[in-house]
């Protein structure tokens, strides 16, 4: 049951980044696109931390971690160049 | 047995925000209230799923915190950071916008693409 | 064990996010937009490894895809051009 409710999750979480993907192709200027880039990492990192309850694997916490410091790195990096240039 | 069910709906309802903040990122018009609302759901919705997970297995529930504290304190400064940006190369707002209180400083790029 | 689930919906789902973020990183003309493209490529590829329960790998391809050439494009980035082929 709750296996099954996390599936579910995960695919809810899924159809969002489907979403995210429509605003990261329309998107008029790069900022947009950046902003659907940062939404992307945001729903990507609970979903791999669910993933990694459903499959029974700590490590997989580790990686959700590692990827949001350096996905604020990258975005932090593209505001930064679009303010002043890297 | 109880709390896997409850940490699962907490799960779910997360889930459920995370989703509401990308759909939001696609129906609104305007680079601002994109952001406003890619940043505020998609935290309460991290929030939400790491301590439905944590409900679900309490061993876990220290790491789970720290990604959790992790996305309380960046994602608001990162977000910040490309709204900054974007007025600075003045990316235009809605036509709906009812107050600019920045408006009277320039951008001071001309011409950027972002 | 060949019983489908709601997780293989999110692999199909996973993948057409990279197949589509892949063609825009290739097409488009504004490389900061082709930058973010890359970025979202190797986001879902990341999640895909861990998906074929490869934590070390995704892990690795999180810290290059996302930090490191990120930072390295928008480096080159400045130091060239930001549209490509605007000048002839």
């Known amino acids: 049951m709750a296996n099954l409710l996390l599936e579910l999750a995960l695919a809810i979480g899924a159809a969002g980044t489907l979403l995210a993907v429509v605003r990261l192709v329309k998107g008029p200027r790069a900022a947009s696109r950046a902003v659907a880039l940062d939404v992307l990492t945001l729903i990507t990192m609970p979903m791999m931390a669910a993933y990694g309850l459903y499959a029974g694997r700590q490590i997989y916490l580790d990686v959700a971690l590692v990827y949001g410091i350096l996905s604020f790195l990258g975005v932090t990096a593209l505001a930064r160049y679009a303010d002043r240039g890297v | 047995m109880v709390h896997h069910i409850v940490g699962a709906v907490f799960v779910l309802i997360g889930a459920l925000f995370l989703f509401l903040g990308a759909l939001g990122i696609v129906r609104m018009p305007d680079l601002y209230n994109r952001m406003q609302t890619g940043t505020k759901a998609t935290t309460l919705g991290n929030v939400l799923t790491m301590l439905g997970l944590g409900i679900m297995h309490p061993a876990w529930l220290l790491k789970l915190t720290l990604i959790a504290l992790f996305v309380l304190f960046t994602n608001p400064i990162s977000s910040h950071a490309l709204a900054r940006a974007a007025h600075r190369v003045g990316v235009p707002m809605t036509p709906l916008t009812v107050k600019d209180t920045l408006k009277d400083k320039k951008p001071v790029v001309k011409e950027a693409e972002v | ?88």
Do not use: Y
Not at chain 3, 27 to 37: E, I, K, Q, S
Not at chain 3, 43 to 65: H, K, Q
């Open chain 3, 1 to 88: 064990m060949n019983i489908v689930t709601w997780l293989n919906l999110v692999d199909l789902l996973v993948c057409l996010v990279v197949i589509i973020s892949a063609i825009g990183a290739a097409v488009h003309r504004n490389l900061l937009a082709a930058t973010v493209f890359a970025g979202v490529v190797s986001l879902a590829i990341s999640f895909l490894f861990l998906r074929l329960a490869a934590p070390d790998v995704a892990m690795t391809e999180a810290a290059i895809g996302a930090g490191l050439s990120t930072v390295i494009f928008l480096i080159a980035v400045r130091r060239t051009e930001e549209v490509e082929g605007k000048d002839q």
